[in-house]
């Protein structure tokens, strides 16, 4: 069993993940430094220490805009861009260990369209009493809503199954689908906001959104690193688990629920981002091997490091920025495909 739980060897998982938090450390410097007003990486360290520390003399040579820029404009949304990169990719590791599907991502249960669903419905009756939180919490709700409601057609007798858990996703998600499309059918001249939030964005982060959701993807994170060590004794079938002393039944409902509420927290804030809660476990499996501690722990630090550096593409690099949504699906598209190609090979020749 420790041979198992400790494929990769605990000394490379830590030289790993060093590596991967170095990386997104640096990652978080050059997107900080990159756009129309271009910054220093110094000036970025000494900009950060003025103001945590309150002492002016930090950064008194520096202009008070390229202040005003970090501190202001990059700085929340490269947070907030880390932060659904590491909860999307927690949530993907919990789903395809729970679901034994390396086709499984956040989006399997048909969560981001209960959130575009609540969002949409915000957008098009224009809610303000509640001011720029209304489309977030709307799509927080509705991604709540649809995962009971997903919980409760694939549960019978108290127990739940991994291929029912799938197929009430994907009718739920289809359903929901088409009451995005008759929202927008209705939304008649506002249709281009709820298209934008679809796609996916990052330009609307603010430090007040910063703190919630840090704490909800570090709670969740931290939850299904708990139960690392039951995810790794599950993946062996439920009778052997049972026969190991896992309460698969609890355990299950509480992993599936920790990472459902983490991508309905991350949806609410960003929007639609597919893909990234299925490409970061796969590759960060190669690296560290099947044991889910490390893996939670890598693919959080590789998930921040990547969807952080899409966005930075796509505010800095190109003419004009694109949706992160339609970046991170055109990358993600093909990966996709070549994922279930293989599945679909391994079976034939089973």
């Known amino acids: 069993m420790e041979r198992m739980a400790h ?20 990652t978080i410097i050059i997107s900080a430094g990159m756009g129309f007003v ?17 002492n002016a003399e930090f950064s008194a040579h520096i202009e008070k805009t390229a202040s005003y820029v970090l501190m202001d404009v990059r700085l929340p949304r490269i947070l907030t861009a880390a932060l659904v990169g590491a909860g999307l990719a927690v949530a993907g590791v919990v789903y395809q260990g729970i679901l ?7 989006y399997t249960l048909g969560i981001s369209s209960g959130a575009a ?11 303000t009493a509640l001011g720029q939180v209304s489309t977030p919490l709307f799509a927080f709700v509705g991604a709540v809503a649809t995962l009971f409601v997903v919980m409760r057609l694939s549960s019978f007798h108290g127990q739940i199954s991994a291929q029912t858990l799938i197929l009430a996703g994907v009718i739920i998600g289809a359903v929901l689908s088409a009451g995005i499309s008759l929202l927008k059918y209705l939304a ?16 609307a982060s603010a430090w007040p959104g910063v703190p919630p959701l840090a704490v909800g993807v570090a709670a969740g994170a931290a939850i299904a690193f708990f139960y690392g060590r039951d995810l790794n ?18 355990i299950r409902v509480i992993l599936l629920v920790t990472a459902s509420l983490v991508t309905a927290l991350c949806v609410a804030v960003s929007g639609v981002i597919g893909f990234i809660g299925l490409i970061i476990p796969h590759l960060m499996r190669f690296l560290v091997g099947p044991d889910n501690r490390g893996l939670i722990v890598a693919s959080a630090l590789a998930g921040a490091a990547l969807l952080l550096a899409a966005d930075t593409i796509t505010r800095a690099a190109l003419p004009v920025e694109v949706p992160i949504g339609v970046l991170t ?15 679909l090979k391994a079976r034939t020749y089973e």
């Open 7 to 26: 494929p990769a060897g605990g000394g490379r998982v830590m030289v790993i993940g060093a590596v991967l938090a170095c990386l997104l450390i640096l």
């Open 38 to 54: 271009r910054i220093h990486p110094v000036d970025i360290l000494r900009i950060i220490a003025s103001s945590l520390s309150g």
């Open 100 to 106: 034994l599907n390396p086709l499984a991502d956040p």
């Open 117 to 127: 669903f609540g969002a949409s419905l915000a957008l098009l009756i224009n809610i």
């Open 188 to 203: 008649d001249e506002q249709v281009g906001v709820i298209v934008f939030w679809l796609m996916g964005s990052f330009a």
């Open 233 to 250: 004794i599950m993946s062996l079938g439920r009778r052997s688990s049972d026969t190991l002393g896992v309460e698969t039944a609890k």
């Open 329 to 343: 699906a055109l990358i993600g598209g093909p990966f996709f495909a070549l994922i279930f190609r293989r599945k």
